[in-house]
């Protein structure tokens, strides 16, 4: 089945730094989208994209649906503490019921 | 709006016992709803998707089952618990096929 390579695994970062993740696939999705889970939360969407080549900002956050249609990727610029959290990236396709879940980045904060 | 709600928000179960966690789904009809479980600093594991009423697809055999009785409710059932079966689970919802996926605020089940 489909699967998403979501790097990296874990981050420790200092506060004020920029933050880059990344999401691979061997195959095509249409859509692409990054969550942000808090701890003992459900994840919350931070940015949906639909558009080969497509680049969204949601405030320090910006994401790319790349050319290929097979990878993503999720920039956080200045970070702060409370951009701790997982971050998830998933893909969906036109005509598929299931939604597929990259296995998560923890980013970690240092005040 | 829609809202999706869930609940309990904990849960500590002996072994053994019946399980039976809700979600509901408000300001949408026909949702594809999704039961999702995740065990701790680990990813989401797809358990249950429906696609309308009494139309369950299970994702992974196991101890779990699932049920849609109404168009906006969802349920998660269990009628003897596995400490296996700890996690933190997940209700989603969304509109459609190529449609956004959100989330409900989860349970915390311990199984003791």
């Known amino acids: 089945g489909q699967q998403l390579n979501q790097s990296p695994q874990s981050m420790f970062i200092q506060e004020g730094e920029d933050v880059s993740m990344n999401c691979t696939s061997s195959?095509?999705?249409?859509?692409w989208l990054w969550y942000k889970q808090d701890p003992g939360e459900g994840p919350v969407l931070l940015i949906a994209?639909?558009?080969?080549?497509e680049l969204t900002s949601n405030g320090r956050l910006t994401a790319q649906f790349g050319i290929t249609r097979k990878d993503s990727f999720l920039n956080i610029s200045a970070s702060i503490p409370s951009d701790v959290g997982i971050y998830f990236c998933a893909g969906l396709n036109t005509g598929g019921f299931k939604t597929i879940f990259g296995a998560g980045t923890r980013l970690f904060v240092k005040a | 709006s829609q809202t999706i709600h869930q609940w309990p928000a904990t849960l500590v179960q002996p072994v053994g016992s019946p399980l039976s966690l809700e979600c509901t789904v408000e300001g949408t009809s026909n949702p594809n709803l999704y039961w999702y479980r995740q065990a701790a600093g680990r990813g989401l594991q797809l358990l249950f998707y429906s696609i309308g009423i009494d139309q369950i697809s299970s994702e992974v055999p196991q101890n779990l089952s699932a049920s849609r009785p109404q168009d906006r409710q969802f349920i998660l059932s269990s009628k003897k618990l596995l400490l296996s079966d700890s996690g933190f689970y997940l209700c989603?919802?969304?509109?459609?096929?190529?449609?956004?996926?959100?989330f409900g605020s989860g349970t915390q089940l311990s199984v003791l």
């Open positions: 195959s095509i999705f249409n859509t």
């Open positions: 989603a919802w969304r509109r459609g096929e190529n449609e956004k996926l959100f």
């Open positions: 994209l639909y558009k080969a080549g």
